[in-house]
């Protein structure tokens, strides 16, 4: 019997509010409807000039970072008042080790950071191989959890876990209470699952942890990360109506900025994208935290 079965509904609906404080949002119905709070992935700020004081001018509430040795980089982002909400880090099935031996170590020293492990995994027969990818990750799991920390599967395109259904998958034989999913939108439309996104949300809901989002175009034949990918308040896909959705759900979570080769000037892309972002909060009548 998994850790989710053995739940009653009544402490499974305590565990899912208490997330959500933790994450920065309520689960109040009485209250007025709070922003998500929104960061940036760091691939936003390449090239931008002392980025925590920027995304703190601009408003952004935090950023989402790359790799496990970043003890100094998540204090000089708090000093400026700005959250790390989560680290990239992979895991591969066609390795041995599947992943960096110095993770325990470099986990360890994350303690007290509350900085999810967003964790893509990479090899193996897609679909196939779900028992040793559940193994893997709950190896990193346990060491997660002796940092009190929590690990999202982040579904990539191409990858092992490609899409949220994927990382639902795996997720549920990992049976971790710290291992959840994320919604990341721009790979959902790639892997044509756009249409589907209404499940998505209401499947994931009770694992979900991060989303992510970005500016892009309805997936077409022909689109490439060009189009799915773009600065928030271009393209035609209703990104608002997509945050409307999961507030609608009850997603209380951060979300975040994918800016993966976007073009231009990464300040004005910036600016750009927290403005349509305040504009999608007023749509939602969302209140600012």
């Not at 959500?20 to 309520?26: A, I, K, S």
């Not at 922003?35 to 950023?63: C, H, K, T």
């Not at 756009?194 to 009770?206: F, K, M």
């Not at 990918?229 to 759900?249: E, H, M, N, S």
Request: net charge negative.
């Amino acid at each position: 019997m998994s850790f989710r079965s053995m739940l009653p509904t009544a402490g499974l609906l305590c565990l899912f509010n208490a997330a959500f404080l933790h994450l920065g949002g309520t689960a109040t119905a009485a209250d007025p409807m709070p922003a998500f709070p929104f960061f940036v992935f760091d691939n936003g700020v390449s090239g931008v000039q002392d980025p925590p004081r920027v995304l703190q001018e601009l408003g952004y509430d935090g950023i989402g970072v790359r790799g496990l040795d970043i003890g100094g980089l998540v204090q000089s982002y708090q000093q400026a008042g700005i959250k790390v909400f989560s680290t990239y880090v992979g895991c591969r099935l066609d390795q041995t080790p599947a992943y960096d031996p110095k993770f325990a170590d470099q986990i360890a020293r994350l303690k007290g950071t509350d900085v999810i492990l967003w964790l893509t995994v990479t090899g193996g027969k897609q679909g196939q191989e779900d028992a040793k990818a559940a193994s893997v990750v709950r190896e990193i799991a346990g060491m997660a959890a002796d940092a009190d920390l929590r690990v999202a599967l982040y579904p990539h395109t191409g990858f092992y876990i490609a899409t949220t259904a994927d990382a639902l998958r795996v997720a549920e034989l990992v049976d971790r209470p710290n291992v959840g999913v994320s919604i990341n939108l721009c790979h959902e439309l790639m892997t044509d699952q756009g249409p589907q996104l209404d499940a998505t949300i209401r499947q994931s809901l009770p694992q979900l942890m991060l989303v992510s989002i970005n500016g892009a175009d309805d997936k077409r034949p022909g689109h490439g990360w060009d189009r799915l990918i773009q600065p928030l308040g271009r393209g035609d896909y209703d990104v608002c109506g997509f945050l409307k959705k999961l507030q609608a759900a009850g997603y209380r979570g951060p979300v975040g900025l994918q800016c993966y080769g976007v073009k231009g000037d990464p300040l004005e892309n910036l600016r750009q994208s927290i403005e349509a972002w305040r504009e999608y909060q007023g749509r939602l009548g969302a209140r600012a935290e």
